[in-house]
Nanobody
């Protein structure tokens, strides 16, 4: 079955950087995205990249985070810079075909003061 495999989470000081990666099978995903969920809060969309390259970012991460896909559109990356404590959350990879959605298991990002 389709499985999204995430990596790159960890502990970093405020102002530092992390690079998250999501590996997926070679399916024709229409959209891939990163979501995050902090304790006690709803899951929110962090960044999304569509099949033809249209990108959206959460306002609070604009200018700091960069989302990208590889040439096969089956590997998703989130380059995070200038990290803030409020970025602390579990980050989830998301992908969808025309009919099915897929989630990764999540990778924890912790930003210390």
């Amino acid at each position: 079955q389709v499985q999204l495999v995430e990596s790159g989470g960890g502990l970093v000081q405020a102002g530092g950087s992390l690079r998250l990666s999501c590996a997926a099978p070679s399916l024709n995903f229409r959209t891939m995205a990163w979501y995050r969920q902090a304790p006690g809060k709803e899951r929110e969309l962090v960044a999304r990249i569509r099949e033809r390259g249209l990108i959206e970012y959460l306002d609070s991460v604009k200018g700091r985070f960069t989302i990208s896909r590889d040439n096969t559109k089956t590997t998703l990356t989130l380059q995070m810079t200038s990290l803030k404590p409020e970025d602390t959350a579990i980050y989830y990879c998301f992908a969808n075909t025309w009919t099915t959605i897929y989630w990764g298991q999540g990778t924890q990002v912790t930003v210390s003061s």
